[in-house]
């Protein structure tokens, strides 16, 4: 069965950073890409950063442009998001989504048809 499991997740005060991790498990995440997603209270889900299969191309929305750096280790089954210099407005339930083969940017996209997780909790406060 498919799984994608996010951690890392927690409360960090403004200028501070998180790594966010993205566990797979029953499928071989060499052939997935993978998109990172962030919902805060009240807003719709937005696209953060995404990765292809094979690590070769990623995207970032301008929000996080030079602060957030996406990666993927496919012998550890797991994708990474390094989160420097938070804000505020970062603070949301992170997700991770994996579609097979899919393009990036297009894995930017929101998209009921992929694969989620259940998502970790990222609180940016003094």
């Known amino acids: 069965q498919l799984q994608l499991v996010e951690s890392g997740g927690g409360l960090v005060q403004p200028g501070g950073s998180l790594r966010l991790s993205c566990a797979a498990s029953g499928f071989t995440l060499e052939y997935y890409s993978i998109g990172w997603f962030r919902q805060a209270p009240g807003k719709e889900r937005e696209g953060v950063s995404c990765?292809?299969?094979?690590?070769?191309?990623?995207h970032y929305a301008d929000s996080v442009k030079g602060r957030f750096t996406v990666s993927r280790d496919n012998a550890k089954s797991t994708v990474y998001l390094q989160m420097n210099s938070l804000k505020p407005e970062d603070t949301a339930v992170y997700y991770c989504?994996?579609?097979?083969?899919?393009?990036?940017?297009?894995?930017?996209?929101?998209?009921?048809?992929?694969?989620w997780g259940q998502g970790t909790q990222v609180t940016v406060a003094s």
């Open positions: 990765i292809s299969s094979g690590g070769g191309s990623t």
């Open positions: 989504a994996a579609q097979y083969l899919a393009a990036v940017p297009a894995m930017c996209v929101m998209s009921p048809s992929y694969y």
